[in-house]
């Protein structure tokens, strides 16, 4: 079936005709009857409130909801939580989500240009046999699983692995391949693992490129809280909410920042601000460094940073000199080409503020244990699973040849490859899609190469609860509840309740029995023998999907030396990579441009996908209070920039890259850097993520350069 | 009876299940956005109910009652709070809603339904109970309406920049229950 699928024109409902109304209408007259008199008398429906958790991101806010019958009709925070009470609006507006007209009701099958709804049995046996047909035609790593960030970190992303493994397929993609996983290589491979900074012991706080206040809202008051108490630098384009009360806030122009850690490193080093007891005792690779820092001196970045010289060496003093310090680093440094050395050049220069006996200022650092040295590396990911174990997989995940860092921290597929495995085969043909909650279509990088592929696909299925852009064109869309209505998880992701905060609406399923039961119809039910989340919860574990060969062992400590105290190579923390410099890149945190540079054409540099206090991504778009806040996606640009341009504030312009063009409101604003211009992504009117180049991506990571684009403003009507 | 008819008669049967739930406009209540000064907007509005029928959250509600005279509309916050979205005005057919593009910069020029009073001490990072900052989170006008404000980033309400939405009173934790939108009571002046 390779002819391209029609939009959707039609959603035929399992209903009633106007024949069957009349026939039954006698029994409904009645009936009516009853229900009015029944409403004379109706009394309020008895209100319960029960403890949930908030799910709709990593935050997991504990929640108290009141239901009416089987309406939710209120959540507000828990107060008694460890998240005392917090809730973003987007968590707020859940009762809209839950109880939205625009939910899925039933398994949808596309005819045509019409979605039918069918009943589930047919559904998943429909679903069942096209993927045995791509099977048995392209073999099973044909099949591609892609699961969004609702579920990235839920304890259903290990049952899809186990899934894959089951059905023969190595590839599964998370939203890992575009968000965060960058940050956490970077940070891994300097010091072992991932952490964040424990913002009571640290004296100096560094925010670069990132924006709590709309990312994560829950910590806004403890880094505000640094302005006053301690030191707070922000390093952003913008100045947002956090930039405004900081102690120093460098504006600096997107897609250097590498540059400008390497100029302070430069001034760390050249005046001597570095414990030299630690460097010497605990890091590798200072020499390295040293050489490389010695090439940004302040006054020749000041201009390609737009920071001021005087500025970045206040700034390094300040870093040095203030410690504590720890960087709280964000997607702002993630989206790059430069990504990963970015994220690596934030985390060196971090090092080199450090003391020698300090204490230690970030969570999460790499925990020693014994048995250190026969055991991969601790940043990386030791898969488990039930018994029965699938049997393993041989044939490789995409990305595993071309961005083997990536997989190795990760132990999942790159999902941006995936349009070259659909439309050249590259590295096997995958044929079938099962996107598990995520909207790939709007927000992975090349939406218009990806639109190309799902066309090309033999079979895209869809599970949501909402008819979203990637559902749209699928074949089959399976309704899977909110997590408002599957059984509670808790906030650390161990027990599970024995109900929801509400029973599924319509016909919508849980996430996990959609999984189960297609695993079934797949006639793999024997790996998936439980009847509930919960008990296949707490079925025991062990470990499978081992890959000695490719997972890096630390080196064996020399006779006598104390145990290390990171997870890397060297059990030191690593100035200079050794895992990257065996996989031929540079092992310093070196910074390379953009490939894109800004030109007469395209004067601005482009940065989409900031969040925005509304909306999570693509999410919540339909839900009416949150879409209040936002109608529309606003660009923002620089005064100075709109005179150039000719354009006004509240205007509708068009955006244009030399790879597209998308058209939306401005917002003119000084607190934008002058040579940016900024706009969110996740709108399906306006998707800027065709306006980046769809294959250039970090080659360490795979991440795309969303953040280092070039565009121009344009006006719709010439005047 | 013809087949149209009994059509027409089930659907009206279907509708009444759908009326307003039964409602007591309290001293709180507010007045739909876009509304002419109070004493003018009970002589203009006919009670025709097609501004509750358009409310997608379904704020806008009327008394209950079996009287035949005109009820008003009222929004009880509390229980469901305005999203501006403006549509109530655009169907008013007596011009007691005056219309208002559903414009962020709009509203927030023309619409007052009413001022925020905070309670301190029931607001929980004012007295220390929690984090909670839900209010600042739903405002649509985040930032000028209402900041946060200290190290415990607590709200600080600016009543000139509010519009009245109470879409804060409504979300406000039970365990906090500290804002309240007062009515505007003032007579005479612009819509609001």
New interface residues.
């Given amino acids: 079936m390779t002819e391209p699928r029609p939009p959707v024109r039609f959603i035929q409902r399992l209903g009633i005709s106007?024949r069957t109304?009349?026939k039954v209408?006698p029994v409904?007259?009645v009936s009516?009857a009853a229900?009015?008199l029944g409403?004379v008398g109706?009394q309020a429906l008895e209100r319960k409130r029960t403890h949930g958790v908030c799910r709709f991101c990593l935050v997991h806010c504990g929640v108290?909801a009141?239901t009416e019958g089987t309406r939710l009709v209120r959540v507000?925070?828990d107060?008694q939580s460890k998240?005392?009470?917090?809730?973003?609006?987007n968590g707020?507006a859940m009762p809209?989500v839950v109880h939205s007209d625009r939910r899925v009701r039933m398994p949808l099958a596309r005819d045509g240009d019409t979605f039918r709804e069918v009943s589930w049995e047919e559904a998943l046996a429909r679903i069942a046999e096209r993927l045995e047909k791509v099977r048995r035609k392209y073999g099973p790593e044909a099949l591609m699983v892609q699961t969004g960030w609702p579920l990235v970190r839920h304890p259903l992303v290990g049952f899809l692995h186990r899934f894959c493994q089951a059905f023969g397929t190595p590839n599964l993609a998370t939203v890992g391949s575009f968000c965060e996983t960058a940050g956490r290589m970077g940070k891994a491979l300097t010091v072992g693992s991932k952490y964040s900074p424990s913002f009571h012991r640290v004296r100096t706080l560094v925010l670069w490129g990132a924006n709590p206040t709309h990312a994560l809202?829950?910590v806004?008051?403890l880094v505000?809280?640094k302005a006053?108490?301690g030191k707070l630098v922000v390093v952003d384009p913008v100045r947002t909410?956090l930039a405004a009360l900081a102690t120093e806030h460098l504006r600096v122009r997107p897609g250097t920042d590498g540059a400008l850690a390497l100029a302070m490193m430069h001034v760390i080093i050249g005046e001597r601000l570095y414990d030299r007891t630690f460097i010497e005792s605990e890091t590798v690779g200072f020499e390295e460094l040293a050489a490389l820092a010695e090439r940004y001196p302040p006054g020749a970045v000041a201009g390609l940073t737009t920071v001021p010289t005087e500025q970045i060496v206040r700034v390094a003093r300040l870093l040095a000199r203030e410690a504590p310090t720890s960087v709280w680093e964000g997607l702002g440094i993630e989206h790059h080409e430069n990504g990963v050395q970015t994220v690596r050049a934030v985390a060196v220069l971090e090092a080199l503020c450090r003391r020698s006996g300090q204490e230690e200022v970030n969570d999460l650092l790499t925990p020693v244990r014994t048995g250190f040295y026969d055991q991969p590396l601790p940043a990386l990911v030791r898969p488990a699973t039930a018994e029965p174990v699938p049997p393993p997989v041989t044939v490789r995940p995409l990305g595993y040849g071309s961005y083997p860092v990536f997989e190795i921290f990760n132990r999942e597929a790159q999902g941006n490859l995936l349009a070259d495995a659909v439309l050249r085969n590259e590295p096997y043909p995958v044929r079938a899609l099962l996107i598990v909650a995520a909207n790939t279509l709007l927000t992975a990088p090349g939406s218009e190469r990806l639109r190309e592929a799902a066309a090309r696909l033999s079979l895209l299925v869809t599970v949501d609860p909402f008819l979203t852009l990637t559902a749209r064109l699928s074949d089959f869309v399976l309704p899977a509840c909110t997590f408002a209505e599957a059984p509670t998880v808790d906030a650390s992701d161990e027990e599970v309740a024995q109900g929801g905060m509400v029973p599924p609406q319509h016909h919508a399923w849980p996430d996990w029995k959609v999984l189960f039961e297609l695993a079934r119809a797949l006639g793999l039910g024997r790996y998936f023998p439980w009847s509930s989340f919960r008990e296949a919860m707490e079925a025991p574990r062990t470990p499978y999907r081992a890959d000695p060969d490719h997972q890096p062992r630390p080196d064996p400590p020399a006779a006598g030396s104390a145990p290390p105290r990171f997870g890397t190579l060297s059990g030191k923390l690593e100035l200079a990579s050794g895992l990257l410099r065996r996989h031929g890149f540079d092992a310093v945190p070196v910074w390379t441009p953009p490939q894109e540079q800004p030109d007469a054409a395209y004067p601005l540099v482009l940065v989409t996908g900031p969040r925005t206090?509304s909306f999570i991504n693509s999410q919540f778009h339909d839900v009416?209070?949150v879409r209040?806040?936002m109608?529309e996606p606003e660009v923002l640009l620089h005064p100075q920039r709109a005179r150039a341009a000719g354009v006004a504030d509240?205007e509708r312009v068009a955006i244009v890259s030399p790879h597209g063009r998308v058209e939306m409101r401005l917002r003119i604003t000084a607190d934008v850097h002058p040579d940016a211009a900024v706009a969110p992504a996740g709108w399906e009117s306006a998707n800027v993520n065709v306006l980046h180049h769809p294959r250039r991506l970090d080659p360490i990571s795979g991440f795309p350069a969303f953040r280092s684009g070039v565009c121009r403003i344009e006006r719709l009507r010439p005047a | 009876m013809k087949?149209r008819h009994?059509?027409g008669a089930?659907g009206a049967?279907?509708a009444?299940?759908v009326l307003p739930r039964?409602a007591r406009a309290s001293a709180t209540a507010l007045r739909p956005p876009g509304a002419l000064p109070p004493g003018r907007f009970e002589e203009a509005c006919i009670g025709c109910f097609r501004c509750a029928e358009v409310c997608?959250?379904k704020a806008i509600r009327f008394p209950a009652t079996l009287s035949l005279e005109a009820v008003r509309p009222f929004i009880d916050a509390r229980e469901r709070a305005c999203?501006?979205?403006m549509k109530c005005t655009e169907v008013c057919p007596t011009g007691a809603l005056v219309p208002v593009p559903?414009?962020?910069?709009a509203v927030a020029g023309t619409v007052r339904m009413g001022t925020p009073v905070l309670e301190r001490r029931n607001c929980?990072?004012w007295n220390g109970?929690?984090?909670?900052?839900?209010c600042f989170?739903?405002c649509?006008y985040?930032?000028t309406a209402v900041e946060?404000v200290?190290?415990?980033?607590a709200p600080l309400f600016h009543a000139e920049a509010c519009v009245g939405c109470g879409?804060c009173e409504e979300?406000c934790?039970?365990?906090a229950r500290a804002i309240r939108i007062h009515p505007r009571e003032r007579a005479g002046g612009a819509p609001g």
């Fill in positions: 106007r109304l009349l209408a409904a007259g009516a229900l009015g409403l109706r108290t009141t507000e925070g107060v998240t005392k009470g917090f809730l973003c609006l707020h809209e809202p829950i806004s008051h505000a809280e006053s108490t909410e206090r009416p209070s209040a806040k109608p509240g | 087949r009994l059509l089930l049967v279907a009444a299940g039964r997608p959250p999203i501006l979205c559903a414009q962020p910069e929980l990072p109970r929690g984090v909670c900052r839900v989170y739903v649509p985040a930032g946060l200290g190290p415990r980033q879409l979300a934790p039970d365990e």
